[in-house]
């Protein structure tokens, strides 16, 4: 079977298509997308549009912005390739609070800006910090004060290219300072009150499943450890509370939110071991409960689950009552001794008193 050819000259003149811009197939990254833009940049500061240039912009800035969500805040130095910026991306169409991730890129900025690239390192350690360890609005708050900072931070390598003014300089990387000192501050406040919420979680979490079961087998019969173990925890959940309203309790937050709540939790399985340590001392006769009552009357209970909740409250009073028992009941039988050999020996054999022998 023969095919038909046409002639090329009855086709007619070739027309050239433009090659449209193609989708990368993988996720650029933030160094590729600033290269982009500043080749874009730079072609239309000279007057010539290159659409090309334009054109592999605009597909690379989409592809980004499908990978890591919609740039909110950025900065673009105007004569080298570096900028920084913050991206959003929404989750389950806005159901879910979005995502906040900081980018930058500056090696090519600040190579012969060491002041500048020392601010910038502080800043992306904030930013890994407050992604790592806020949630929520104080996350995008302390964000978006950091790519501030780092924004203005490279608007002074911009402003050293052009004018080389370095009094000016200098006096604008001091505020700098000061303004990033200042959003770590803010940094340390949020997670410390943020950490406060999961500590705070993990001690009512533990304390409710300790009231439980201490309910269950105290509706059954009653049981002096187990009330002072329910008493004990109270005491520690009390405790916790007034030193967050005085605003002297501190933790460590930057070791996570599961820590944090383990944390929490030990705290009033602390303060219920150490109320149940008091109890058995007390029944044991190694501590006296100044209460004139019978051993199961209600003022005895009483008297004990007090006892029980100032040792979940202060763990400190409960361990320097448990730690004195045991020396004074070691020294007990020494001093009875001594006394005893004392008052039985006679006046003429007792030690004589300094300056006896010079009368």
Wanted: hydrophobic share 45%; with cysteine.
């Amino acid at each position: 079977m023969a095919e038909r050819i046409q002639p090329l000259s009855d086709v007619g003149p070739v027309r050239h298509v433009p090659a449209q811009p193609r989708t990368p197939a993988r996720s650029p990254s933030f160094s590729e997308l600033v290269h982009a833009h500043h080749a874009w940049w730079r072609g239309r500061q000279g007057g010539t549009a290159d659409h090309a240039a334009e054109a592999a912009y605009d597909s690379m800035h989409a592809a980004f912005e499908r990978a890591h969500g919609q740039i909110v805040r950025a900065y673009w130095c105007s004569d080298i390739p570096s900028a920084v910026a913050l991206t959003e991306k929404k989750r389950l169409r806005g159901r879910v609070r979005s995502s906040f991730n900081f980018h930058r890129e500056s090696d090519w900025a600040t190579k012969n800006a060491s002041d500048v690239a020392a601010e910038l390192h502080r800043c992306d350690a904030l930013a890994v910090r407050a992604k790592a360890v806020l949630t929520g609005v104080r996350q995008q708050i302390c964000l978006e004060l950091v790519v501030s900072c780092a924004a203005n931070l490279l608007s002074l390598v911009d402003k050293r290219a052009r004018s080389g003014d370095e009094g000016s300089i200098a006096e604008a990387l001091d505020r700098e300072r000061a303004a990033i000192k200042k959003v770590e501050s803010y940094y340390c406040e949020a997670a410390n009150g943020q950490a406060q919420l999961i500590y705070f979680g993990g001690i009512a979490t533990v304390t409710l499943l300790i009231a439980a079961v201490a309910t269950v087998w105290l509706s059954i019969s009653w049981a002096a450890p187990v009330a002072a173990l329910v008493a004990g925890a109270l005491g520690a959940v009390v405790s916790v509370i007034q030193r967050i309203n005085s605003g002297v309790f501190e933790l460590e937050y930057d070791v996570g939110g599961p820590y944090t709540f383990f944390l929490g939790g030990l705290r009033p399985v602390l303060g219920g071991v150490f109320a149940m340590a008091i109890t058995f001392a007390v029944s044991g006769g190694l501590v006296h409960l100044p209460v004139d009552a019978p051993a199961h009357s209600d003022s005895r209970r009483f008297a004990l689950l007090v006892l029980a909740f100032l040792a979940g409250f202060s763990e400190r009073w409960a361990q320097d009552t448990l730690t004195a028992i045991v020396p004074a009941s070691r020294n007990a039988p020494a001093r009875a001794g001594s006394q005893s050999s004392e008052t039985a020996s006679p006046p003429d054999e007792r030690t004589p008193q300094k300056g006896a022998g010079h009368e």
